[in-house]
């Protein structure tokens, strides 16, 4: 099946330094790439949509220059927090599709990353 | 605007059976999904519907009705851990699923 993996899976940083998450689809090419983040006991927030080749999408009040995404590649989007700050800590999950794949059943169906614990201290 | 309502919390016994239901306000319907998360981790799949109708996986069943907006995912013969959020999603026209807040679900011996 189609496995989608995150690294680093938690990374605990000082206040104002950078961190990159990377979100790799391991065995199919994902056109599309969708960066979410979590708080504790809320439901998923989409920040972006990321689509290989172009400009990442952000949804309204996600801050584009604080939250850099690249999709560079069909198999790889990096979510980059800039000047972190501890409002960001937060449960960061990625999801990848790819409908022209045999992987996926429904054209509308996502497979998600595990997902990256942030902590800024 | 687009809208989905699930309740946020439930709780049901061991071998038990529940139902969780969820409605949706949608322009526009590419389907609805049921994801599975466990505290801590991302979501799982559960079930995707298109058409109206029961769909049976094992001990999940997933409910579509269309023309109520309305969705349930049925939980039998409960077990320890099952307890997690269930996330009720629907794809709009760019693929973006569309959350509702997830209801929590928590069982018991």
């Not at chain 1, 989007?77 to 990848?96: G, K, R």
Request: glycine content about 8%.
């Amino acid at each position: 099946g189609a496995v989608v993996s995150q690294h680093p899976s938690w990374v605990i940083c000082k206040s104002g330094t950078s961190v990159k998450i990377e979100c790799r689809s391991l065995d199919f090419q994902a056109t599309t790439m969708f960066w979410y983040r979590q708080f504790p006991k809320q439901s998923l927030m989409l920040m972006a949509t990321s689509n290989e080749g172009s400009k990442a999408t952000y949804e309204q009040g996600v801050e584009k220059d604080k939250f850099l995404i690249n999709h560079a590649s069909l198999t790889l989007s990096t979510l980059t927090v800039t000047s972190a700050h501890p409002e960001d800590s937060s449960f960061y999950i990625c999801s990848a599709r790819d409908p022209s794949g045999s992987e996926f059943l429904f054209n509308n169906e996502q497979f998600f990353g595990p997902g990256t614990r942030l902590t800024v201290l | 605007g687009q809208n989905i309502d699930q309740p946020t919390e439930m709780t049901a016994t061991e071998g038990a059976i529940v139902q969780i239901n969820c409605t949706y306000q949608t322009s526009g319907f590419n389907g609805l999904f049921w994801y599975q998360q466990h505290a801590g981790e991302a979501p799982t799949f559960l079930s995707y519907n298109v058409l109206d109708g029961l769909e049976e996986k094992g001990r999940f069943s997933s409910f579509l009705s269309r023309s109520k907006g309305y969705s349930y995912l049925l939980l039998k013969e409960l077990q320890m851990k099952d307890s997690a959020s269930y996330l009720c999603a629907v794809p709009d026209s760019n693929y973006q699923l569309i959350w509702g807040a997830g209801t929590k679900l928590i069982i018991k011996p």
